[in-house]
């Protein structure tokens, strides 16, 4: 599975952005639908994951209440909407998915929240 991540972003804090990604290929047999942020001097993160087979959403502690994740089964597509941005929101986003045993990462897209 190939993935395009979009919406790379530099915005003052309280602000808004919309990430996506888009799958092709083999993609009928994604499990997850995931985002994970990599942050300056941290460790890469799960930041917010979708059960396609259930529904079911996960969101890490940090995000919740300002993140919503969702997807576009037609366009194979997961979405991350970020509200009420955070400086420390800021870094690389990536788009990860779950087929199996195997995963695909997306190459990132930076985000900056600035003060």
């Known amino acids: 599975v190939q993935l395009v991540e979009s919406g790379v972003g530099l915005v003052h804090a309280a602000g808004l952005l919309r990430l996506s990604c888009v799958a092709s290929?083999?993609?009928?047999?994604?499990?997850?639908m995931c985002w994970y942020r990599h942050a300056p001097g941290k460790v890469r993160e799960l930041v917010a994951d979708?059960?396609?087979?259930?529904?079911?959403?996960y969101y890490a502690d940090s995000v919740k209440g300002r993140f919503t994740i969702s997807r576009d089964d037609a366009k194979n597509t997961v979405y991350l909407e970020m509200n009420s941005l955070k400086p420390e929101d800021t870094g690389v986003y990536y788009c990860?998915?779950?087929?199996?045993?195997?995963?695909?990462w997306g190459q990132g897209t930076q985000v900056i929240v600035s003060t």
């Open positions: 290929g083999v993609t009928i047999c994604i499990s997850h």
């Open positions: 979708i059960n396609v087979d259930d529904g079911s959403i």
């Open positions: 990860f998915v779950r087929r199996g045993p195997a995963s695909d």
